[in-house]
């Protein structure tokens, strides 16, 4: 992991598009904005997660009907 420190304002780019900017700081909260095309999902590692878990639970039903179909 690369670690960085930034200041209020300052930014950073990943790649040739992406700009993370540090918007405030308020104690232990950092709240920053991100430019990203739109072709670029940003989500939440907490939500990530969640959509990553829902997706396996979906394609596991997936196969389930699609074996009970293929046995009729």
């Known amino acids: 992991m690369l670690v960085l420190s930034r200041k209020k304002d300052q930014s950073l780019m990943i790649g040739n598009d992406i700009e993370l900017t540090i918007i405030d700081i308020q104690g232990d909260q950092v709240k ?8 670029v999902s940003i989500y939440r590692k907490e939500l990530y997660l969640e959509i ?4 396996k639970k979906a394609a596991a039903t997936d196969i389930i009907e699609l074996d009970s ?4």
């Open 69 to 72: 179909i293929l046995k009729k």
């Open 32 to 39: 920053i904005g991100l430019k990203a095309p739109k072709n």
């Open 52 to 55: 990553q878990e829902e997706n």
